[in-house]
Nanobody, 122 residues
């Protein structure tokens, strides 16, 4: 059974950094895109970043460009989201997802983790 498990969330002050991890297991995601999404209370789930396992193609939401970096470690089957210069508006539950298409749309992703809370205080 395919499983994605996020970790690394927490409470941080504005301007600080966090690194989220997403460990994949249960199936091969080599041909998949891996994405990070986030959802704040009362808001729609929104795209943050995506990367393919097979090459270094990456995509970012405009709101995080220059501050967040997505990367992967194929040997560890883990995807990371390095978040720097965090802002209070980055506060949300962050989800890892896997999908066939390198997409910014949540509906294009078939597998989802349980989410990890990121809270940025001002």
């Amino acid at each position: 059974q395919a499983q994605l498990v996020e970790s690394g969330g927490g409470l941080v002050q504005a301007g600080g950094s966090l690194r989220l991890s997403c460990a994949a297991s249960g199936r091969t995601f080599n041909s998949y895109a891996m994405g990070w999404f986030r959802q704040a209370p009362g808001k729609e789930r929104e795209f943050v970043a995506a990367i393919r396992w097979s090459h270094d193609s990456t995509t970012y939401a405009d709101s995080v460009k220059g501050r967040f970096t997505i990367s992967r470690d194929n040997a560890k089957k883990t995807v990371y989201l390095q978040m720097n210069s965090l802002k209070p508006e980055d506060t949300a539950v962050y989800y890892c997802a896997a999908g066939r298409a390198h997409s910014t749309l949540p509906n294009d992703y078939s597998y989802w983790g349980q989410g990890t809370q990121v809270t940025v205080s001002s």
